[in-house]
């Protein structure tokens, strides 16, 4: 039991150096070490900030808030209890650029949707300058992560099958009702 307790905070970095991996970041051998070292969530945190502002010194502003929002959004869905801390971490990073830090609450938010209000707070405070793009970007990604889970469920909303009742009259001529 030891042994798994003490493996514990290498497997959560792990899955964060995984998860920045599988959103397509190109960490240098410096940042994957420094992910892989991260013990507990606020290294980690610490850890993808730096991985935000390589992103932020290495793009083009454009590209770079796509790759900041994969980043973060990757790093949340792997441990969506860090998000806020992540968010913080981060946007604290960037402050100086209104739109990566927007990226990163959304990011963050898209993969935590539950602790968006939390998300939002943390970037604002963070990067005061970037509060109305804030706002506006976890928002969407409240919407996004809303739309990606009922894109999931299939074509359910459209009630295939099943006739409209009435809306006032209570249907009193509905065929449906067995004898």
Same mark, same amino acid.
């Given at each position: 039991?030891?042994?798994?307790?003490? #493996?514990?905070?290498?497997?959560? &970095?792990?899955?964060?150096? &995984?998860?920045?991996?599988?959103?397509?970041?190109?960490?240098?051998?410096?940042?994957?070490?420094?992910?892989?070292?991260?013990?507990?969530?606020?290294?980690?945190?610490?850890?993808?900030?730096?991985?935000?502002?390589?992103?932020?010194?290495?793009?083009?502003?454009?590209?770079?808030?796509?790759?900041?929002?994969?980043?973060?959004?990757?790093?949340?869905?792997?441990?969506?209890?860090?998000?806020?801390?992540?968010?913080?971490?981060? #946007?604290?990073?960037?402050?100086?650029?209104?739109?990566?830090?927007?990226?990163?609450?959304?990011? #963050?938010?898209?993969?935590?949707?539950?602790a968006s209000t939390a998300i939002s707070a943390a970037a604002t405070k963070a990067?005061?300058?970037?509060?109305?793009?804030?706002?506006?970007?976890?928002?969407?990604?409240?919407?996004?992560?809303?739309?990606?889970?009922?894109?999931?469920?299939?074509?359910?909303?459209?009630?295939?099958?099943?006739?409209?009742?009435?809306?006032?009259?209570?249907?009193?001529?509905?065929?449906?009702?067995?004898?």
């Open positions: 039991m030891a042994a798994a307790l003490a #493996a514990g905070p290498a497997f959560a &970095d792990q899955a964060a150096l &995984d998860a920045l991996q599988g959103a397509g970041v190109a960490l240098s051998p410096e940042l994957t070490a420094e992910v892989l070292a991260a013990e507990g969530e606020a290294a980690i945190a610490a850890a993808v900030a730096n991985v935000v502002s390589a992103i932020a010194a290495s793009m083009p502003a454009a590209e770079a808030a796509a790759a900041v929002k994969s980043a973060v959004a990757a790093v949340v869905a792997a441990n969506p209890a860090a998000a806020v801390s992540v968010t913080a971490a981060a #946007a604290t990073k960037v402050a100086s650029q209104p739109a990566l830090a927007a990226a990163v609450a959304q990011g #963050a938010a898209q993969s935590a949707p539950a990067a005061p300058a970037a509060a109305a793009a804030v706002k506006t970007a976890v928002a969407a990604g409240v919407a996004a992560a809303s739309q990606s889970s009922t894109s999931t469920s299939g074509t359910s909303t459209n009630n295939t099958g099943v006739q409209p009742r009435p809306s006032s009259n209570g249907g009193g001529n509905t065929p449906a009702s067995p004898n």
